[in-house]
């Protein structure tokens, strides 16, 4: 199915905005629009290249910004690291739970935030942990793990906060902007 420029335009503007908001200053690590992006992508772009696309371009513009402004001194994040190519994997997986949700309502919807967090939460710090990288060099047992684990609370509460606030930003401006009922603009 053919997508509109209004809608090609939105993606677009959605893909740049998102990504914007992951590098401003001050605000809480883990509270970022880019899972909510991933779901919101798999259940409503009928494309799945493109639904695969849009937070991994997101995340790829956002790590790019960052990489410039730890070059030159502004911020402590770098933008590329070791172990990326995992966390771009991570939110591949991410996208095939949008596409697991086969009627768009608020409860759905709310349980793949959830899910999604969670997924991402359990995944990421395990790889941490396993790989030894971004300064958790936590014992290769099974209490390295939970300490690791704990060390990433913080970041799992933002992330069901962000991923919750994102995903109602989404879907409810799609529902209000698109349509009356979701799934009406399909790539």
Avoid: C
Wanted: proline share 4%.
């Amino acid at each position: 199915m053919k997508l509109s420029k209004n809608f090609v335009f939105t993606l677009i503007a959605l893909v740049v905005v998102a990504a914007l908001y992951r590098v401003v200053p001050g605000r809480p690590f883990g509270f970022a629009p880019q899972i909510a992006m991933a779901i919101f992508a798999g259940a409503v772009i009928k494309d799945r290249k493109t639904a695969f696309a849009l937070p991994l371009i997101s995340m790829f513009i956002s790590d790019a910004f960052y990489q410039i402004l730890y070059v030159s001194g502004l911020s402590i994040i770098p933008g590329f690291y070791e172990g990326q190519a995992t966390n771009y994997i991570l939110f591949t997986l991410l996208t095939v739970i949008g596409f697991l949700i086969k009627k768009i309502n608020v409860v759905n919807v709310a349980i793949a935030s959830i899910a999604a967090s969670t997924i991402y939460f359990l995944a990421s710090n395990f790889m941490v942990w396993l790989s030894g990288t971004g300064g958790y060099q936590h014992p290769q047992t099974f209490n390295g793990l939970m300490m690791t684990i704990a060390d990433g609370v913080p970041f799992y509460k933002n992330s069901i906060w962000g991923t919750l606030f994102f995903s109602a930003v989404l879907f409810g401006g799609y529902y209000f902007f698109f349509s009356r009922s979701p799934k009406a603009e399909e790539a």
